[in-house]
């Protein structure tokens, strides 16, 4: 992807600098192709915070801001190359190639497909600079790719996931290639197949419409879910594991499970607010681990539809947040204004309340932020209560 000297000494020198203002100067660089260099400028400093490693690398060439949002992270990358198995690789759905980039380091031979020319032109020049040579680029259509491509140890699918107005969509129906399309052609071409979804899937619809599959992972980075891999492989399993992960910490949280120790899980309710709450983190709140975590745990659950739970003794293992509790007090306003006191601000969450956030904060003017965090939520007896505390984390 070649560039004038001046477009690139244009980039170098601004590569900080506010691309709306560098817009309105256009005039003063004719020489310069303005639109690429925007382009790669502002691709940059999203890749300062997305793509860390990838953002030192001067020569790396970025597409538009779409392709941009629609790729993986590098953390969420590094975590697919731990589901990586065998020799040869086919990525069906290219893109920018980060995911492919990342995936290849574990393969001896990759094939990168992608329909869109600007992105094959884009990823052949970037796995050049990395030295991705075992890398091979394919501007072809993914399904026509798929039905006569020769088979490999792993094929690795991230369909696209908006409409023909560029609207979001979630459906498996809606993406592009059509997994309940192709699904039944993808054990005959590969052994083992990850598939990257939005995160905003139902889970168990999507079991039910990809079959074959053997594991899920719900990968979550710093609390915020992020995706969802779907791992179809050629052995036969009749429950899959769901893997809840959270990655970007100083650690790492896992938490492994069928809906079948789901289902059978007992679980005891704490007749009140103990001296700890622990808040599951958002993987296991998308993978429906909900009485699980406390039988594992040893802790009590405040509500069957609450999702928090409380203990005596503290559980620094627990996959989510921990909370050393300072009061607790109903919602009515003496007891509430009582158990805030000169508190200015909070960060406040609601499960199973019937007021919303913005409510609260309306009545008790509290603002966000602060060490000081705050539970609107429903005990086991139906009684509705604030829970004020702070992170034992």
């Given at each position: 992807?070649?560039?004038?000297?001046?477009?690139?000494?244009?980039?170098?020198?601004h590569?900080d600098?506010n691309?709306?203002?560098?817009?309105?100067?256009g005039?003063?660089?004719p020489e310069?192709?303005?639109?690429?260099a925007l382009r790669?400028?502002q691709?940059?400093?999203?890749?300062?915070?997305?793509?860390p490693?990838?953002?030192?690398?001067e020569e790396?060439?970025?597409?538009?801001?779409?392709s941009?949002?629609?790729?993986?992270?590098e953390?969420?990358?590094?975590?697919?190359t731990s589901?990586c198995?065998?020799?040869t690789l086919?990525?069906?759905?290219g893109?920018?190639?980060i995911d492919?980039?990342f995936?290849a380091?574990?393969?001896?031979e990759?094939h990168y497909v992608e329909?869109?020319?600007?992105?094959?032109?884009?990823a052949t020049?970037?796995?050049?600079v990395l030295?991705l040579t075992?890398i091979a680029v394919?501007?072809?259509?993914?399904?026509?790719?798929?039905k006569h491509m020769q088979?490999?140890d792993?094929?690795y699918?991230d369909p696209?996931?908006?409409?023909?107005?560029g609207?979001?969509?979630v459906?498996?129906s809606?993406?592009?290639?059509d997994?309940?399309?192709i699904?039944?052609l993808l054990?005959e071409k590969?052994?083992?197949v990850?598939?990257?979804?939005s995160p905003?899937l139902?889970?168990?619809q999507a079991?039910?419409?990809i079959?074959?599959?053997?594991?899920?992972h719900?990968?979550s980075v710093?609390?915020?879910?992020?995706e969802?891999?779907?791992?179809l492989?050629?052995?036969?399993?009749?429950?899959?594991?769901?893997?809840c992960?959270?990655?970007?910490?100083?650690r790492?949280h896992?938490?492994?499970f069928?809906r079948?120790?789901?289902r059978?899980?007992?679980?005891?309710?704490?007749p009140?607010?103990l001296r700890?709450?622990?808040?599951?983190?958002?993987?296991?709140r998308?993978?429906g681990?909900?009485s699980?975590p406390a039988?594992?745990y040893?802790?009590k659950?405040?509500h069957?539809?609450?999702?928090?739970?409380?203990?005596e003794?503290?559980h620094?293992d627990f996959?989510?947040?921990?909370?050393?509790?300072e009061?607790?007090?109903s919602f009515h306003?003496?007891e509430?204004?009582s158990l805030?006191g000169?508190?200015?601000?909070?960060?406040l969450?609601?499960r199973?309340?019937p007021?919303p956030v913005?409510?609260?904060?309306?009545?008790t003017?509290?603002?966000e932020?602060?060490d000081?965090y705050?539970f609107a939520?429903?005990?086991?007896n139906?009684?509705k209560?604030l829970?004020?505390c702070?992170?034992?984390?």
């Amino acid at each position: 992807m070649e560039l004038s000297a001046a477009t690139l000494g244009f980039i170098h020198n601004h590569w900080d600098d506010n691309t709306k203002t560098l817009a309105l100067q256009g005039k003063k660089y004719p020489e310069v192709d303005m639109p690429l260099a925007l382009r790669q400028i502002q691709g940059r400093q999203i890749a300062k915070h997305k793509l860390p490693s990838w953002y030192t690398r001067e020569e790396i060439r970025y597409p538009s801001h779409l392709s941009l949002e629609q790729c993986s992270s590098e953390t969420t990358a590094r975590y697919k190359t731990s589901l990586c198995q065998g020799n040869t690789l086919t990525d069906l759905t290219g893109g920018f190639g980060i995911d492919c980039a990342f995936l290849a380091a574990h393969f001896r031979e990759v094939h990168y497909v992608e329909q869109q020319p600007e992105l094959c032109r884009i990823a052949t020049h970037n796995f050049s600079v990395l030295g991705l040579t075992q890398i091979a680029v394919h501007e072809s259509d993914s399904t026509l790719y798929l039905k006569h491509m020769q088979p490999v140890d792993m094929i690795y699918l991230d369909p696209a996931r908006r409409n023909d107005t560029g609207g979001k969509t979630v459906l498996l129906s809606d993406c592009t290639p059509d997994l309940t399309q192709i699904g039944a052609l993808l054990p005959e071409k590969a052994r083992r197949v990850l598939i990257k979804l939005s995160p905003m899937l139902d889970i168990t619809q999507a079991l039910k419409e990809i079959a074959g599959v053997s594991e899920v992972h719900i990968v979550s980075v710093r609390n915020e879910c992020k995706e969802l891999l779907f791992i179809l492989s050629s052995d036969p399993v009749t429950t899959p594991l769901l893997r809840c992960v959270d990655l970007g910490n100083t650690r790492t949280h896992l938490f492994s499970f069928t809906r079948e120790e789901e289902r059978k899980a007992v679980c005891e309710y704490a007749p009140e607010v103990l001296r700890y709450v622990y808040e599951p983190n958002s993987s296991l709140r998308k993978a429906g681990a909900f009485s699980l975590p406390a039988q594992r745990y040893g802790l009590k659950k405040l509500h069957p539809h609450s999702h928090l739970y409380t203990s005596e003794q503290l559980h620094s293992d627990f996959p989510g947040r921990t909370f050393e509790v300072e009061a607790t007090g109903s919602f009515h306003r003496k007891e509430w204004k009582s158990l805030l006191g000169d508190l200015t601000q909070a960060n406040l969450t609601v499960r199973n309340f019937p007021v919303p956030v913005a409510e609260i904060r309306k009545r008790t003017k509290l603002r966000e932020g602060g060490d000081t965090y705050l539970f609107a939520t429903t005990l086991y007896n139906e009684q509705k209560v604030l829970i004020r505390c702070r992170k034992s984390d």
